[in-house]
């Protein structure tokens, strides 16, 4: 349950977030103000304690009044889970507060992470050791120097007031690893925010990085390839966050507006609720009991649902409120959805990405 305050400041700004940068700065301050980054989030590590549910539930809760403070919040809170799992704990003592009390950005440029996770696409930052780069003697034994491109990265406050994480392979062979890259480090170069058609105030844009140095200390995890499906439930799960919160905004918005001579409507609208409560609460309930872990294609299935129920949702509100929908001077928060909800299925892993995974697994099991 959000704070009066908060409601009333995402309600008045949501278009605004939605539309460009004006508001962005805000959004990391308003939030932590109200302790959001630390839901789940142990109190020995300056946390509120409580469950990784409390945070996809204040995740679902930002996201039904704006979906860009929703993602925004998802980033950072992303971010803060690698660290609560990284076996790296000076790492963590040297991002957390901040991140906790929203004055440091945490993004995660993880999407390619995931799809090289799904084998889709190769890994997109190497790392050579810095004698192997041609700089022998000008750091440690165990330094690296990174080069390649993040292309999407939301959440990259500027002037270089973020942490990003990157996975990158190796150029020697060994095995790719997850690191944190400071936001003003020599090497990385931050775009101009991205032009999108949605989300405008949520500090995305793409990162260059050429001849970055990072040593152990900067490094989330030495195995990508385990890390990766460790997390994989909470940056899904949390995630799904954003679809709970849409699917809620837009069905309630249609339940209001689908009065006398829409009774038609009553029947799918109750069918969509209902899918939806048990949606989320299946995923509370995997995420609670970590079945995500070893059954990640429960999870997968879950996406795909959610996003249908988006979908359906924001139907539904366009036919309950009818023309008005379609004028841009009647406050609905309508076509700010529509936009919004255009999001749900490209972020990864996407639907397609989610798609051609369980098809494989289909055809592996019955080829087997
Ligand atoms: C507003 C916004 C914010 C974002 N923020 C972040 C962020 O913070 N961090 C981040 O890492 N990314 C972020 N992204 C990127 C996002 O998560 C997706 O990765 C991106 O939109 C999809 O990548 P693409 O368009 O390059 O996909 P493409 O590689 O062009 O592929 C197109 C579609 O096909 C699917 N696909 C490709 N190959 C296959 C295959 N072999 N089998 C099945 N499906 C396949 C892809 O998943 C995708 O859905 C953001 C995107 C947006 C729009």
Not at 294 to 301: K, M, V
Not at 303 to 311: K, M, Y
Request: hydrophobic share 45%; glycine share 12%.
């Amino acid at each position: 349950m959000l704070a009066d305050s908060l409601r009333q400041w995402l309600d008045a700004h949501a278009d605004s977030l939605d539309e460009g940068p004006a508001h962005a700065h805000e959004v990391l301050p308003r939030l932590a103000q109200h302790g959001l980054f630390g839901l789940g989030v142990p109190v020995a590590e300056g946390g509120q304690g409580g469950s990784l549910g409390d945070a996809l539930e204040a995740i679902a809760g930002v996201a039904g009044h704006s979906l860009t403070a929703g993602f925004v919040f998802w980033a950072q809170r992303a971010f803060v889970e690698y660290l609560l799992q990284s076996p790296n704990a000076a790492l963590r003592q040297r991002w957390l507060p901040g991140l906790l009390q929203g004055t440091q950005a945490g993004a995660t440029g993880l999407s390619n992470a995931m799809k090289y996770l799904g084998g889709i696409e190769a890994l997109q930052v190497e790392a050579a050791p810095v004698g192997a780069a041609g700089h022998a003697g000008s750091g440690n034994a165990d330094d690296l120097e990174l080069r390649g491109r993040v292309p999407w990265a939301t959440n990259l406050v500027p002037p270089g007031r973020f942490v990003v994480a990157v996975a990158a392979s190796r150029s020697d062979g060994a095995k790719p690893f997850v690191a944190a890259l400071p936001g003003d480090a020599a090497g990385l170069q931050r775009s101009a925010d991205l032009d999108l058609i949605a989300l405008r105030g949520s500090h995305t844009a793409a990162l260059s990085i050429e001849g970055l140095q990072i040593g152990p200390a900067d490094v989330i995890h030495a195995d990508a390839n385990h890390f990766l499906p460790r997390v994989r439930p909470a940056f899904m799960g949390l995630q799904l966050g954003l679809c709970i919160g849409l699917a809620r905004a837009s069905l309630a918005a249609a339940s209001a507006r689908a009065g006398a001579g829409r009774d038609v409507l009553g029947g799918p609208l109750q069918q969509q609720r209902h899918a939806l409560e048990l949606a989320t609460a299946t995923l509370h309930a995997g995420l609670s009991d970590g079945r995500f872990l070893d059954r990640p294609q429960a999870l997968f299935r879950l996406r795909l649902e959610l996003n249908d129920i988006v979908q359906q949702s924001l139907q539904l509100e366009l036919h309950a409120s009818g023309g008005r929908a379609y004028h841009r001077d009647q406050p609905l928060g309508f076509a700010r959805r529509w936009r919004e909800a255009a999001f749900i299925p490209i972020v990864t892993p996407s639907v397609t990405q989610l798609q051609g995974a369980l098809a494989g697994a289909a055809l592996a099991t019955t080829s087997s």
